[in-house]
C-alpha cells in the first residue's frame, strides 16, 4: 500500500503550523524587491518550506544535519541580503537543534544558530551604525534559549516512554513468574490429592463387589478428598487474582525512583483480605502512574494503615496538580471502590492529595446479613 502524504506529522498536532507565521516578515519584505533579486527571494522561502517539513520527517543523522545547514544557510541569506529582520527566522532551527540528544552535536548547531543570527546583525551595525538593541535583545535571548527547553522537554518524553516500556517489561516478568508459581502450586497441592483420588477410586471398584461397606467408606473419603482439592483450588484463585498492598508498595518505589521522584512512605502491618488489599493496591498503582506521568513532583508521599474500621492510603505530591488525564483513572478506581463500599477525595488546594478509605467487614457480620 502507498503511504498516505502528510504535510507534517500527525502526532505534533498544531505546532509545526505556528511556526509559519514568521514567514510573513520575509514574504513581507520581498514585495519591496523587484526584478531576478525578488525571484530569487521567493525561491530561497520555498526552499526554506521544505527544509522545514524534512527536518520533522528526516532521521537523525547526515541527512538531518544538511537540511538544517541549508536552513540556517537561507536565514544568513535572507537577513544579509534582503531584511534584517530574517533573522526572526532562526526559532525555527531553534526549534530542530533542541532535537540532538547528544551535547556534542547539540553544542555544535547551537553555535551555528548562534553565527546564523549574530552575524547578520553585526553586518547591519557596522553598516548603519546602530544596533535595534530594545525589541531585537529579548527576541534573541528567547531564540537562543529554547533549544535549551526544547531539549529537556524531548528528555522527559523519552525518560517518561522509557519509563512505560520497563513498566511493560516488569508486568510481563511477573506475569511470566506468576504463571510459573501457579504452574508449581497447582503441582504440588492437586497433583497428591489428584492421584489419592484416582487410587481411592481404583479400590472402590475393586471393593464394590466384594466388601460393600468398606467400598462406602471410600467413597466417603474421597468425597472428603475432592472437597479439600476444591478449597485448595478457591486459595490458588483467590492468591492469583489478589496482589498484596506490600507488593504493590515496593513496585511503586521502583517506579518513583526511575522517575527520580523522592519515595516517602508511612504505614502500619496490613492484614486486610486479599479482595481489599488487592483493590487498594490497584488505585495506589494508578495514584503514582499519575504522579510519574503528570505531576512532574519531586517528592512523593504515601500512607497506608489498616484501622480497627478501614483501610486508608493517602498519596501526597508536590507537583504541578491534577491532569485533565487523571479523569479516566478517578472514574476507575471508584468503580473498584463502589464493589466494597470504599470512597475516595481528591484535594488539590496547595499539593495534590489522595485519599482512599475501604471499610473494614467482618465475614461473619457479612454472612449473617445475608442470613
Known sequence: MRRRFELFPKRYG????????????PI????????????????????????????YFAPKGRAFASWLGIQMGI????????????????????NFVGWYDEKTNFKRGLFFLVLTVTVPLLYYVLKHHSFPFFYTLPFLLVMFFFPLGIRSMN?????????????????????????????????????????LITLKSQLVSRLISVDADKAKLEV????????????QVRELVTTMRAVKVEEELAEVERMLSAANISYHYEGTEITASPLLQNIMSMCLKEAVT??????????????????????????????????????????????????????????????????????????????????
Not at 513581507?28 to 527571494?41: A, D, N, R
Not at 536565514?75 to 531553534?94: E, Q
Not at 522527559?156 to 510459573?180: H, N, P, S, W, Y
Open 220 to 231: 466417603k473419603e474421597i468425597e472428603e478428598t475432592s472437597r479439600t482439592a476444591l478449597n
Open 155 to 195: 528528555r522527559r518524553m523519552a525518560l517518561e516512554q522509557e519509563l512505560d516500556q520497563a513498566k511493560e517489561q516488569i508486568e510481563a516478568l511477573i506475569k511470566k513468574e506468576e504463571r510459573v508459581r501457579i504452574a508449581r502450586d497447582l503441582h504440588d497441592t492437586l497433583g497428591h490429592t489428584l492421584s
Open 290 to 371: 499519575n504522579v510519574v506521568k503528570h505531576s512532574r513532583a519531586t517528592n512523593c508521599w504515601i500512607t497506608v494503615v489498616q484501622m480497627p474500621s478501614v483501610l486508608q492510603m493517602k498519596v501526597k505530591d508536590d507537583g504541578e496538580g491534577v491532569s485533565s488525564s487523571f479523569g479516566n483513572g478517578l472514574k476507575g478506581m471508584n468503580e473498584r471502590l463502589s464493589f466494597v463500599g470504599g470512597e475516595m477525595m481528591l484535594s488539590a488546594e496547595k499539593e495534590t492529595v489522595l485519599t482512599v478509605t475501604i471499610p473494614l467487614v467482618e465475614r461473619s457480620q457479612q454472612e449473617g446479613e445475608r442470613r
Open 28 to 55: 513581507l519584505s520581498l514585495t519591496t524587491q523587484h526584478g531576478w533579486k525578488q525571484v530569487i527571494g521567493y525561491t530561497l522561502v520555498a526552499l526554506f518550506l521544505v527544509t522545514y517539513r524534512q527536518l
Open 14 to 25: 498544531f505546532f509545526p503550523y505556528i511556526f509559519l507565521a514568521y514567514l510573513l516578515l
Open 75 to 94: 536565514i544568513f541569506i535572507l537577513s544579509v541580503a534582503y531584511d534584517p529582520n530574517s533573522i526572526f527566522l532562526g526559532f525555527f532551527p531553534a
